[in-house]
């Protein structure tokens, strides 16, 4: 059965990094929070949630995708970038229906 679209509140942007690319993920997330309609979390430099790697989260609403999908694939500066709907389904959300910028990376699916 189709999920449909309607179901879509939001959307969400995983921003990876490390400690060797801390620096290009803070230039990012400043040019994210000057040029865009986001939300952005704080910066958590050790896993949390089903995130192992250090990432921040960004928040944003249906009416940006389309301006803010294709400048992150443009500008992401070499970042892993996880995209995802917001629909209620965490699991899903980050699975099955997630998009990937970059490499791939694994998720810890029994903290969803």
Do not use: C
């Amino acid at each position: 059965m189709a999920v449909p679209i309607s179901s879509i509140s939001a959307y969400h942007a995983h921003i990876y990094y490390s400690a060797k690319s801390k620096d290009k993920a803070i230039a990012l997330r400043t040019d994210l929070d000057e040029h865009f309609d986001v939300q952005l979390g704080r910066m958590h430099d050790t896993p949390v949630g089903p995130h192992l790697s250090a990432m921040y989260l960004v928040v944003f609403g249906l009416q940006e995708f389309d301006k803010l999908v294709p400048w992150l694939m443009l500008n992401r500066n070499g970042l892993d970038i996880l995209i995802h709907p917001e629909t209620g389904n965490d699991l899903e959300d980050h699975s099955d229906h997630a998009m990937w910028l970059g490499d791939k990376l694994d998720l810890d699916w029994s903290r969803l």
